[in-house]
């Protein structure tokens, strides 16, 4: 049985890639900050729990036999989000990052897969498939670039398989309290008539959750498609009828103010994945 080790094992997204392993008979090793919040899980006597801050990474340890010498590694942890702009992305969450995943490649392990963001790809708009270039504007997104680039850098010199699954939008129980389907959901239960939001016209590309969790394990389980791999629906969807889709499976209604809010300068106004690459893993 392989050993899958899941940093970030806590977090909207780990949630549910340790569901998926533990659905398809991996052994798993998840790791957080929070011992405590673990407890908490209905996974944690399924797996093997660490727990770990990447804040107190050391170059003096040998991390790969600290987590049981794990076959592969989902990595999702990163702090701070979704303060996109900030500059710890870069001055402490960057070279925390390199130094924890450069410690486990040194001492043995082989198979890496890291979540990166659409927003690697800028402000480029339309189908944007992998081979284009990456132009990220946010401290955020420069960061996750950056800590790809420095893999690969190390890959040149310490060969190891690497997965780059490059994450659109999601959605979800336990997704952050101040994304747009929380949002909604908490003006409905509180019984308000209206409910302010951009204009609605832009196109994104969105994936339930327990799909993405799918589809990222799908992407660390296999070896013969590694770099940069989109992960999302391929399928562009305008916000205002996301919110919609989400107010009909509810059976609920309520006026949409739409423009209340402006487009945001995160991203371009409309872009979505291709899928080409995805598709051709079994």
């Known amino acids: 049985m392989k050993k899958v080790l899941v940093t970030g094992a806590t977090g909207f997204i780990g949630n549910y890639v340790i569901h998926e392993l533990l659905k398809n008979n991996y052994h798993v090793i998840a790791t957080s900050v929070s011992s405590e919040k673990a407890r908490q899980k209905d996974w944690y006597k399924a797996v093997s729990y660490i727990p770990f801050n990447l804040k107190a990474v050391s170059e003096k340890k040998n991390y790969y036999s600290l987590f049981n010498s794990p ?8 702090e701070g989000l979704p303060n996109y702009k900030e500059s710890f992305h870069l001055t402490e969450n960057l070279p925390k990052q390199f130094a924890f995943l450069q410690n486990l490649v040194q001492h043995g392990l082989t198979d890496v897969t890291i979540t990166g963001t659409c927003f690697e790809y800028g402000m480029q708009e339309g189908c944007l ?5 990456s132009m990220p504007s946010n401290s955020y997104a420069i960061a996750k670039n950056k800590l790809r680039v420095l ?5 040149s ?3 190891f398989q690497l997965k780059w699954a490059r994450l659109f939008y999601m959605y979800g129980q336990g997704q952050n309290p101040n994304s747009l389907l929380s949002q909604l959901q908490l003006a409905l239960d509180r ?10 016209d832009q196109l994104r590309d969105y994936l339930p959750v327990e799909k993405v969790a799918e589809y990222i394990v799908r992407i660390a389980t ?13 399928v562009p969807v305008t916000v205002k009828q996301l919110v919609e889709n989400y107010l009909a499976d509810k059976g609920k209604s309520i006026e949409l103010n739409l423009g209340y809010f402006p487009y945001s300068d995160l991203e371009p106004r409309n872009f979505w994945g291709d899928i080409k690459k995805l598709k051709s893993i079994g």
């Open 151 to 155: 893999l690969n850098e190390l890959d």
């Open 191 to 200: 019984g308000d008539n209206v409910f302010n939001m951009s204009p609605g």
């Open 222 to 234: 296999q070896t013969d498609n590694t770099g940069i791999i989109n992960c999302c629906s391929g």
């Open 157 to 159: 010199n310490i060969p």
């Open 71 to 78: 076959d592969l590694l989902i990595h999702l942890a990163w």
């Open 129 to 133: 498939s992998e081979d284009l270039p």
